[in-house]
């Protein structure tokens, strides 16, 4: 079982910059991968981005490549989403996920956490 509570969510103005951390209790954080999605009233959850579970791999949605980084600390038992440039369509509530891959596909995770809320003003 592995637990995420993700942080860092809030109002921010475009061209503005978040930093997400989802921490994971557990001892067995540094063996799963790790990915982040949005989802936006109305929508379908969308990928963001992904990181395989030493972190030498990283994936990153279209929307959101260049602007967005995913980090993780294994000994601190976090994974972190960078987001900078931030536009008013990035505005949605994110979520980090635990998974055995470092899926794009929210289907390929077995752990979530509650969600952060990110509100991007125009």
């Known amino acids: 079982q592995v637990q995420l509570v993700e942080s860092g969510g809030g109002l921010v103005q475009a061209g503005g910059s978040l930093r997400l951390s989802c921490a994971a209790s557990?001892?067995?954080?540094?063996?799963?991968?790790m990915g982040w999605f949005c989802q936006a009233p109305g929508k379908e959850r969308e990928f963001v981005a992904a990181i395989t579970w030493s972190g030498t791999y990283t994936y990153n949605g279209d929307s959101v490549k260049g602007r967005f980084t995913i980090s993780r600390d294994n000994a601190k038992n976090t994974v972190y989403l960078q987001m900078n440039s931030l536009k008013p369509e990035d505005t949605a509530v994110y979520y980090c996920?635990?998974?055995?891959?470092?899926?794009?596909?929210?289907?390929?995770?077995?752990?979530w956490g509650q969600g952060t809320q990110v509100t991007v003003s125009s």
């Open positions: 557990g001892r067995t954080f540094s063996s799963y991968a």
């Open positions: 996920a635990a998974g055995k891959i470092a899926d794009s596909s929210p289907r390929g995770y077995d752990y």
